[in-house]
């Protein structure tokens, strides 16, 4: 049998997404592909090594084997049938060999942005050619077609016609149909309070009779429906929020199309700044907390520094979650930022107004292919299994779309670092200089995130003025948003200031068992301001509730 989420842990661990990302290529593609065989020495060598491997298998005296923790390769058939035992060899050996190519491309001093260019590509086409995605290169499936008499067979042409006419090709991950925003994803109870063209934002109900004044206002990241904060009880970032007596103002994002193509930076900052407007009027505090996740930490940060520069103090402290601020580190979601994609991205503003949910899906996807596509397809399409049904793999299907304008200037911040340049960016008139955010900032990374990197996000605790904390989780990029405390397998680490080197501070760090969601909390209530009674009503006369949460925006609709 292929790998499936079984658990809620694993399908959490199978989604790493929030992030804007370039579209590669086929063009760039194959430049990078070609790239790494045009290296004479290491092509020879790696085809001496093929060749050698090649006489061994057919021999049977290759000991090559798949990892244990590769579970395309877990029926018993792999190691115990002399036929599928080479087969499996033949393709390991491909595989050692291309991947040796990509290595001595990185070792011979290319830049790590071609690298990881033709590292995705040649990890999509090995993972494409694994004998497992074909029906009978695969005996998991071949005798799953035996025992139902040839009903998974046709149940898996069903999904496969089904996949090639609605879902672009690519297997689905989930069924969407066990879901709905509002009734079993996003029912923190709340209020939409404010609406423009551009978001709604909600102000969730207390579940505690008194709660602290300074309100948090949450900046989700532009790409992705909030709700992944609050996916269900028990696995709600804003539930847990209030019950622990903060007053909790979440922004929604509406979905673009390519009318907005010229939504920017801009538009997004200044609603941050609106929402400030919002929640201090609503509450009455002269200021609030902010916290900014993935991507809209970015956008957090230049609505942060117009507000520095202007004299504007109503932030009291800010939260970090998984951002990246400084891409000079290696870092996936920089791979496809050269300048060629940066002038795509501006040609496709003129041309199509938006980057499609679609597109930025199928990147993430095709950057774990094992996992996110060809896991799937075998589940599906080869055993004529139906689609799981996990609440975070439907939040995953859900995606938005990225005005053409914004995407162009996120991937000008992710190509030429243009954040941390003192002066490179102006977002609402205000040229970007990182060291005047002066206020409290919570930083936190996560230790196996791939799309922003922990030691990437502990830079920000350098780069901003103010003193900073840094908290360590132990999981991936959504897996570590989505963390509860009570989750048994959850752990974080906690040290000093931080200081330049962040594996120095890993070392003299404390790891305690739990989610990071505690001690940002602590450290929120810490800057909180008093207790008071807890609101009887949401919203006020000049910002009256409009809906109950989650609104309109995260369902599409465009009410008057």
Same mark, same amino acid.
């Given at each position: ?22 579209? /590669?290529?086929?063009?760039? #593609? ?91 590509? =040649? ?40 996949? =090639? ?23 923190? /109870? ?24 300074? /309100? ?18 028990? @696995?709600? =970032? ?19 199309? @390519? ?24 509450? &009455? ?34 939260? *970090?979650?998984? $951002? ?7 870092? /996936? ?16 503003? @003129? ?8 597109? #930025? ?33 439907? +939040? ?19 190509? $030429? ?5 003192? &002066?490179?960016? @102006? ?64 752990? *974080? +680490? ?21 989610? +990071? ?44």
């Amino acid at each position: 049998m292929p790998w499936v989420p079984q658990s809620e842990s694993e399908a959490l661990a199978s989604v790493e997404s929030a992030e804007p990302v370039g579209v /590669p290529t086929s063009r760039g #593609m194959a430049r990078a592909v070609l790239s790494t065989l045009a290296q004479p020495g290491p092509l020879a060598r790696e085809a001496a090594r093929l060749g050698r491997d090649s006489v061994r298998i057919v021999r049977g005296t290759d000991e090559i084997a798949p990892s244990p923790r590769d579970k395309r390769f877990a029926d018993p058939a792999w190691s115990t049938h002399p036929g599928y035992r080479r087969l499996a060899q033949s393709y390991l050996a491909v595989t050692r060999s291309l991947d040796g190519l990509v290595d001595a491309y990185e070792a011979g001093g290319a830049d790590w942005r071609e690298v990881e260019q033709a590292r995705f590509a =040649l990890n999509a086409l090995t993972s494409a050619l694994a004998p497992t995605n074909t029906l009978l290169g695969n005996p998991a499936a071949v005798k799953r077609a035996f025992d139902t008499g040839g009903r998974s067979v046709l149940r898996g042409l069903g999904h496969m016609l089904h996949d =090639l006419r609605h879902n672009g090709g690519l297997p689905t991950q989930t069924d969407r149909s066990a879901f709905t925003v509002g009734k079993d994803l996003g029912i923190s /109870p709340g209020a939409v309070v404010h609406r423009d063209e551009v978001i709604e934002l909600i102000q969730y109900t207390p579940t505690t009779p008194r709660v602290r004044q300074r /309100p948090v206002v949450i900046v989700p990241p532009p790409i992705g429906r909030f709700y992944f904060l609050d996916l269900r009880p028990g @696995r709600s =970032l804003v539930e847990y929020a209030v019950s622990r007596g903060l007053q909790v103002f979440m922004i929604s994002w509406r979905n673009p199309t @390519r009318e907005q193509a010229d939504w920017s930076l801009d538009t997004y900052a200044q609603r941050v700044v609106d929402s400030i407007d919002v929640a201090t009027e609503i509450t &009455g505090s002269p200021d609030v907390t902010v916290l900014g996740l993935c991507a809209g930490g970015q956008v957090m940060t230049t609505a942060l520094n117009h507000l520095a520069a202007t004299g504007d103090d109503r932030v009291a402290a800010a939260g *970090y979650a998984v $951002t990246l601020l400084d891409f000079s580190r290696r870092a /996936p979601l920089g791979a496809f930022s050269g300048p060629r994609l940066i002038e795509l991205a501006r040609r496709n503003s @003129r041309r199509r107004g938006v980057i499609s949910a679609r597109e #930025m899906g199928s990147v993430f996807s095709w950057m774990r292919p094992d996992d996110l596509i060809f896991n799937y397809l075998v589940n599906q399409w080869l055993m004529g299994e139906d689609p799981p049904a996990f609440d975070i793999l439907a +939040w995953n299907a859900d995606g938005t779309n990225l005005p053409a304008r914004l995407h162009e200037q996120f991937l000008e911040i992710f190509g $030429t670092n243009a954040l941390i340049r003192p &002066g490179a960016m @102006r977002v609402l008139g205000t040229p970007v200089h990182l060291s005047r955010i002066t206020v409290p900032t919570f930083v936190t990374g996560a230790l196996t995130d791939h799309l922003t990197p922990w030691d990437g996000c502990y830079r920000t605790t350098q780069l901003l003025s103010g003193p900073s904390t840094f908290v360590l989780s132990y999981s991936g990029h959504i897996q570590s948003l989505v963390n509860p405390p009570d989750n048994p397998k959850a752990h *974080y +680490w906690t040290g000093g200031e931080p200081g330049p080197d962040p594996e120095a501070w890993r070392a003299s760090a404390e790891r305690h068992s739990g989610s +990071w969601w505690e001690p940002w909390a602590e450290w929120m209530l810490e800057r909180s301001g008093e207790e008071v009674p807890a609101p009887t009503a949401r919203g006020s006369v000049a910002h009256p509730p409009l809906e109950p949460a989650p609104g309109s925006y995260v369902l599409d609709r465009r009410p008057r």
